[in-house]
């Protein structure tokens, strides 16, 4: 079955250190990958995704993510963390059912706290 | 460009009342969802659509009705609202890609409290 994990349900990090959240996914085919951003109390933003080519995006806000076929893995990392990028991140992956009907397989997301 | 928007934005319903949520696009997007989102459970899709007229089941339907009579709206219907059913909503669309990406666009949520 398709699903995508979230190892880490909390993180912390001081401002300034560096950032990885991980994100691993089962899905039989080539994936289309995403991760998106969600500031407390609002809607979801995309930071960034991965439908073919070089396997390292560049997102926005400073985001990369790098995805490793061979792990199922599609990482997320930012070199130095700002205080206001604490929020709930969210990894997912893009299907495609019998109808050709396009959907996002979600993961449970994890929360990133940033200490000044 | 408004993107997508969402009303109401909170809402206080008692057990077995009614009640409609709106979701509107301006982006000319084919696809539409509604997802409910829950402490530790992630986003959970109740019903989507793929264009205008149709509407499918996702994985938590029960006790939600949708409509997309036109191409721009997405209506999410509580016929008798339950505590079970308090959480946060948000809409998504999606345009029509061939192969994709095709990545979703959220409204800011709507909080709906049953009592």
């Known amino acids: 079955a398709q699903s995508v994990t979230q190892p880490d349900i909390h993180i912390t990090v001081s401002e300034g250190a560096s950032l990885e959240l991980r994100c691993n996914y089962s899905?039989?085919?080539?994936?289309?990958l995403f991760w998106y951003v969600q500031s407390p109390g609002q809607g979801l933003q995309l930071l960034l995704k991965y439908f073919s080519g070089d396997t390292l995006v560049q997102g926005i806000k400073g985001f990369e993510a790098e995805f490793k076929r061979s792990q199922s893995s599609f990482n997320l990392r930012k070199p130095s963390v700002h205080w206001s990028d604490a929020a709930e991140y969210f990894c997912a992956v893009g299907t495609l059912n019998a109808g050709n009907n396009r959907k996002l397989i979600w993961g449970l997301g994890t929360s990133l706290a940033v200490n000044p | 460009n408004a993107g997508v928007t969402q009303t109401p934005k909170f809402r206080v319903l008692k057990t077995g009342q009614s009640m409609t949520l709106l979701c509107a696009q301006d982006?000319?997007?084919?696809?539409m969802y509604w997802y409910r989102q829950d402490p530790g459970m992630g986003l959970r899709l109740i019903h989507y659509?793929?264009?205008?007229?149709?509407?499918a089941k996702g994985e938590v339907p029960d006790g939600y009705n949708v409509s997309r009579l036109k191409k721009q709206n997405f209506l999410l219907g509580l016929e008798s609202a339950a505590p079970s059913q308090t959480s946060v909503y948000f809409c998504a669309s999606s345009a029509r890609l061939a192969g994709g990406p095709y990545e979703q666009y959220f409204g800011p949520g709507t909080r709906l409290t049953v009592t």
């Open positions: 899905y039989g085919a080539t994936p289309y």
């Open positions: 659509s793929v264009g205008e007229g149709t509407t």
């Open positions: 982006m000319n997007h084919e696809y």
